[in-house]
């Protein structure tokens, strides 16, 4: 749908094509693609009861991690059901009105970038326990990780106010189909009939000031850490404190990995095939693997959720 106001067409409605390659497979990807949204649900859901009811990991860790694991699963709920529909053909399964569209833009950034400030929270959170351990209770208290974690989506908000602002001034006068699963920055600056160089500039800058800012804590955190186990005397004090920030950071590294690939570029459109199978890695595959990461790395995760679900404890209750 389109509206026409001085000679000029407004596009007021887009169309995501999503992955037009698969089409005779679409059924076997909708049931893939499903099928990892719904184990991301259930992993992340996990985490969070066990964290909640287990009074063993009633620790600032934890607390984080609950977070983490709320915040991906509306990660994935912003993109994917929306997504699905358009694999199997529902009417109008495709079509983002141009309102829903910035939404979900603005909420995937916003959301994507708390992620950013959370990992590196819990980066902070995990050289304090290392590296000064007798201050740990004073550095890292309940206040002060309610006041982190709150930050950490205040900030996470506030980023993506600009960057939507200037999308919004834009004017996309067709065509109107989106070549991605998701309404994403570059794709929709593809279809823009302005000039896109403050916007694109606007963009990049964000986006490097948030990696920047974020990936330096996240550096320095654990460039100590590392510096510390090296002067531990004992072996089995050195793994036994490098097993308790293994699984973050392996999260990390992928979060972090994908997103600087992605969002830290100069140009609109660049490879989008392959950018699109990048966006499924970070937007569905990552937080489908991050409970799994935590859960078989962490032997006290790993122990919560094996006294949660054991018919010992069913029998006992």
Same mark, same amino acid.
């Not at 890292?140 to 939507?164: D, E, H, N």
């Not at 823009?192 to 955190?221: Q, W």
């Not at 460039?223 to 920030?245: D, P, Q, Y």
């Given at each position: 749908?389109?509206?026409?106001?001085?000679?000029?067409?407004?596009?007021?409605?887009?169309?995501?094509?999503?992955?037009?390659?698969?089409?005779?497979?679409?059924?076997?990807?909708?049931?893939?693609?499903?099928? /990892?949204?719904? @184990? =991301?649900?259930?992993?992340?859901?996990? %985490?969070?009861?066990?964290? $909640?009811?287990?009074?063993? #990991?009633?620790?600032?860790?934890?607390?984080?991690?609950?977070?983490?694991?709320?915040?991906?699963?509306?990660?994935?709920?912003?993109?994917?059901?929306?997504?699905?529909?358009?694999?199997?053909?529902?009417?109008?399964?495709?079509?983002?009105?141009?309102?829903?569209?910035?939404?979900?833009?603005?909420?995937?950034?916003?959301?994507?970038?708390?992620?950013?400030?959370?990992?590196?929270?819990?980066?902070?959170?995990?050289?304090?326990?290392?590296?000064?351990?007798?201050?740990?209770?004073?550095?890292?208290?309940?206040?002060?990780?309610?006041?982190?974690?709150?930050?950490?989506?205040?900030?996470?908000?506030?980023?993506?106010?600009?960057?939507?602002?200037? /999308?919004?001034? @834009? =004017?996309?006068?067709?065509?109107?189909? %989106?070549?991605?699963?998701? $309404?994403?920055?570059?794709? #929709?600056?593809?279809?823009?009939?302005?000039?896109?160089?403050?916007?694109?500039?606007?963009?990049?800058?964000?986006?490097?000031?948030?990696?920047?800012?974020?990936?330096?804590?996240?550096?320095?955190?654990?460039?100590?850490?590392?510096?510390?186990?090296?002067?531990?005397?004992?072996?089995?004090?050195?793994?036994?404190?490098?097993?308790?920030?293994?699984?973050?950071?392996?999260?990390?590294?992928?979060?972090?990995?994908?997103?600087?690939?992605?969002?830290?570029?100069?140009?609109?459109?660049?490879?989008?095939?392959?950018?699109?199978?990048?966006?499924?890695?970070?937007?569905?595959?990552?937080?489908?693997?991050?409970?799994?990461?935590?859960?078989?790395?962490?032997?006290?995760?790993?122990?919560?959720?094996?006294?949660?679900?054991?018919?010992?404890?069913?029998?006992?209750?």
């Amino acid at each position: 749908m389109q509206s026409y106001t001085q000679n000029r067409t407004q596009v007021t409605e887009f169309v995501m094509v999503g992955f037009p390659g698969v089409f005779e497979a679409r059924l076997l990807f909708f049931t893939l693609f499903l099928t /990892m949204y719904l @184990l =991301t649900l259930v992993e992340n859901l996990a %985490i969070i009861l066990v964290v $909640c009811l287990d009074h063993q #990991l009633q620790r600032p860790m934890y607390f984080f991690l609950t977070h983490l694991s709320c915040l991906e699963i509306w990660y994935t709920s912003v993109t994917v059901p929306k997504m699905l529909t358009g694999f199997i053909g529902v009417d109008g399964g495709k079509n983002i009105s141009y309102a829903g569209c910035l939404s979900q833009l603005f909420l995937f950034t916003f959301l994507g970038t708390t992620e950013c400030f959370l990992l590196a929270a819990m980066a902070y959170d995990r050289y304090v326990a290392i590296c000064m351990p007798l201050r740990y209770g004073a550095l890292v208290s309940w206040g002060t990780c309610v006041r982190l974690a709150a930050a950490c989506w205040l900030m996470g908000f506030l980023t993506p106010v600009l960057p939507i602002y200037l /999308m919004s001034q @834009l =004017t996309f006068c067709g065509p109107n189909v %989106i070549d991605h699963f998701f $309404c994403d920055a570059a794709p #929709l600056l593809a279809l823009s009939c302005s000039d896109v160089t403050l916007k694109e500039t606007a963009d990049i800058l964000v986006s490097l000031a948030v990696l920047l800012a974020s990936s330096t804590v996240i550096a320095v955190s654990y460039g100590n850490i590392v510096w510390m186990l090296l002067h531990m005397r004992s072996a089995t004090e050195r793994r036994k404190a490098f097993s308790t920030c293994a699984a973050h950071l392996t999260v990390v590294s992928l979060f972090y990995g994908t997103l600087f690939f992605m969002y830290v570029r100069t140009k609109v459109a660049s490879s989008i095939s392959f950018n699109k199978v990048v966006s499924v890695f970070y937007s569905i595959v990552t937080p489908m693997l991050n409970p799994l990461i935590y859960s078989l790395r962490n032997k006290e995760v790993k122990g919560a959720l094996g006294r949660a679900f054991s018919l010992k404890s069913w029998k006992r209750q």
